[in-house]
Structures are given as structure tokens and as C-alpha cells.
T-cell receptor, first 113, second 117 residues
């Protein structure tokens, strides 16, 4: 079992729709969760961080965390073609003395005009 | 303000040569990380610095890889006797202090694309 799992996709949605990206993690003690966007040939760009159960909204993006189910998701409302990218879920496990993140393989999102 | 910078942006080297990759973190960020991303692979952690010390080197793939950080700022990743499997994009990230508690947001530099021929 991978430590952080994402469906590789591609996830295809029409412009204006809601895109829902999902991520599960294996370490129940994980404390910090992040979503990054990565365009082809570019480095990851931080979109959201979430630390507590529930929803966190920032503009068109909403991150949802459910620690009991070990599940974190990212919703993108009013999807635009410019949102087409790979979305990486990253998790900090509960471990001593390291801030390293464990990344999922990423989900490719395609937003069709 | 200025983000994380890395140099060079691209490096082509012959198998067996040594290379040095440089990272300049966001000013004031005490934590610095090196990751690499190979074609078809996810982001793989290499090493974590808090200040000038490296409490987590668990991701370095072999003793050919080493890294240092000086003055709590710039970091250099050195790969000795490069091999073709070292070809990847090497990414540096920085954040506010991180450790046993929550992890603050990590911001990535543009990366160095290393090609070993």
C-alpha cells in the first residue's frame, strides 16, 4: 500500500464544472496536508494547506479533510481550461524531527472548453 | 518577495562526473528540503535541513549524494560519479521551521533538470 494514494486520471471535466480530486493516506497520525498544482515542465505550486478536520475554502478551491477516514480532497469550482494540470497531494506523517512531505503520484486534470 | 531560486536550471553531464546544484531559499525560511522528480515517478524526498544541520537524510539514495547548507541559507547538493539513473529534476523547497509538529507550507524553486549522458 502506498503511503499517499491518488487516482492518476486523467480526470476530464467541462469548463464551469466542479472538479473533485481525492487522496488517501496510510499514516493515521499524519498532521499536515497540502495540495500542489504542477503544470507540465514546471515545479509544484502550493494551492492549499489544511490541518484540521472539515473544509477550508480559498477562492474557487476547497480542501476537505477527514482524518477518521484518512481522506483529503480538493474541489475546484467553476473549472477553467487554465486549471488543466497535475494536482499533487502531500502529507506530513507524524514522525520525529523531520518536515519532509510524502507525495502522491498526482491526478491529471483536463478541463475542456 | 523573492521566491526560492535554483541554479543551474539545466545541467548536462557525462557519466562519472561530479555535479553541484545550488538552492537559495526564501529569506527567513529556516527549513530547506531537496526532492527529486524522475520521469514517471512521483516527488521523492532526499534531505531536510533545519538551519545548517540535516536531521533527516533518509532519502539520499547512495553515498554518492551529499548536501550541505551554510549560514542557514544557501544549500548545495552534490552528486559524485554521476550515473544515468541520476537523471531527474532536482527540486528545492523552503519553509518556516518544521519538525515534530505540523509542517508549514513548503514553497518550491523552479528546479534543476539534470541529464547524465
Amino acid at each position: 500500500q502506498k503511503e499517499v494514494e491518488q487516482n492518476s486520471g486523467p480526470l476530464s471535466v467541462p469548463e464551469g464544472a466542479i472538479a473533485s480530486l481525492n487522496c488517501t493516506y496510510s499514516d493515521r497520525g499524519s498532521q499536515s496536508f497540502f495540495w500542489y498544482r504542477q503544470y507540465s515542465g514546471k515545479s509544484p505550486e502550493l494551492i492549499m494547506s489544511i490541518y484540521s478536520n472539515g473544509d477550508k475554502e480559498d477562492g474557487r478551491f476547497t480542501a476537505q479533510l477527514n482524518k477518521a477516514s484518512q481522506y483529503v480532497s480538493l474541489l475546484i469550482r467553476d473549472s477553467q481550461p487554465s486549471d488543466s494540470a497535475t494536482y499533487l497531494c502531500a502529507v506530513k506523517k507524524r514522525s520525529s524531527n523531520t518536515g519532509k512531505l510524502i507525495f502522491g503520484q498526482g491526478t491529471t486534470l483536463q478541463v475542456k472548453p | 518577495g523573492a521566491g526560492v531560486s535554483q541554479s543551474p536550471s539545466n545541467k548536462v553531464t557525462e557519466k562519472g562526473k561530479d555535479v553541484e546544484l545550488r538552492c537559495d531559499p526564501i529569506s527567513g525560511h529556516t527549513a530547506l528540503y531537496w526532492y527529486r522528480q524522475s520521469l514517471g515517478q512521483g516527488l521523492e524526498f532526499l534531505i531536510y535541513f533545519q538551519g545548517n544541520s540535516a536531521p533527516d537524510k533518509s532519502g539520499l539514495p547512495s553515498d554518492r549524494f551529499s548536501a550541505e547548507r551554510t549560514g542557514g541559507s544557501v544549500s548545495t547538493l552534490t552528486i559524485q560519479r554521476t550515473q544515468q539513473e541520476d537523471s531527474a529534476v532536482y527540486l528545492c523547497a523552503s519553509s518556516r521551521s518544521s519538525g515534530t509538529g505540523i509542517s508549514y507550507e513548503q514553497y518550491f524553486g523552479p528546479g534543476t533538470r539534470l541529464t547524465v549522458t
